[in-house]
């Protein structure tokens, strides 16, 4: 009888140490993912470039800001589009980034779409990475 009250301790004690080491398991595969998320394709991280134009929308809600910048000798020029929230205390979040790129043309299809050297975004929801692509 003894032997078998043994034994469910240790069974019970190995089924909780399996549940803590699954537990921190799945906890540090989680802060591994964000790490390479927050690392790699954040837009917020992007680097803030060389200003090159800016279109305001029909109805001047939103400003969307082009910049170019070079990464160096071995990387090409990107572009980055910024759209300011004009009756928001001017509050920014990037909704472009496009690598191969050096030139920004901006055109505003209505009062929430613009369209950047050819993609279209709704500037509520889109937003456009060539590294998700």
């Known amino acids: 009888m003894e032997h078998n009250k043994s034994n469910v301790n ?4 190995f089924n909780a140490l399996l ?6 398991g799945l906890l540090f ?18 680097p803030t470039g060389e200003y090159l134009t800016e279109e ?5 809600k939103y400003t969307l ?3 170019v910048t ?3 000798a071995t990387t090409a020029y990107s572009v980055r589009g910024e ?5 928001k205390d001017n509050k920014t979040k990037n909704i472009y980034w496009n690598n191969r ?3 920004a043309t901006i055109s505003w299809i209505d009062n929430n779409t613009v369209e950047i050297n050819g993609h279209t975004l709704d500037v509520k929801r889109d937003k456009f990475d060539f590294r998700n692509q």
Do not use: H, Q
Request: aromatic share 14%.
């Open 10 to 13: 240790k069974k019970k004690k």
């Open 29 to 46: 595969i989680a802060l591994v993912g964000y790490g390479v998320y927050w690392a790699f394709f954040d837009m917020n991280r992007l």
């Open 56 to 60: 305001i929308s029909p109805d001047g």
């Open 19 to 24: 549940k803590v080491l699954l537990i921190f």
């Open 101 to 103: 790129e050096d030139t």
């Open 65 to 67: 800001k082009a910049y």
């Open 70 to 72: 070079n990464g160096g």
């Open 83 to 87: 759209l300011v929230l004009n009756d």
